[in-house]
């Protein structure tokens, strides 16, 4: 029997996040401006990772992004980190992220 995992279960379980964003990974990728360099820093930095058809699910639902940008998981990852990071931001605390509408 193997007890590999899949690489997202540190930061997800189904569509359900059971970590939530530290601080200064907050902070940093929330401020205003471009902040690409930091959220690219802190996806490596965390390991973050998300189930590849969730996040393009997610984020489609947005109407931001067309399929073929859909299809870079990285960027997907970048996205989904910049997107929750505002959203604890905007709460004024910790928040669990779920993948789904």
């Not at 940093?28 to 471009?34: A, E, I, Y």
């Not at 959220?39 to 996040?55: D, I, M, N, S, T």
């Amino acid at each position: 029997m193997s007890n590999r995992t899949t690489p997202w279960a540190h930061w997800f379980n189904g569509r359900v996040s059971v970590h939530y964003l530290p601080g200064p990974c907050v902070e940093d990728c929330s401020r205003p401006g471009r902040a690409d360099d930091a959220v690219e820093y802190w996806v490596k930095r965390l390991k973050f990772e998300a189930p590849p058809w969730l996040l393009r699910q997610y984020l489609k639902g947005f109407g931001a992004y067309d399929s073929t940008e859909l299809c870079d998981h990285q960027a997907n990852l970048g996205r989904l980190l910049w997107l929750w990071a505002f959203e604890c931001r905007e709460e004024g605390a910790s928040v669990c992220m779920y993948l789904g509408h």
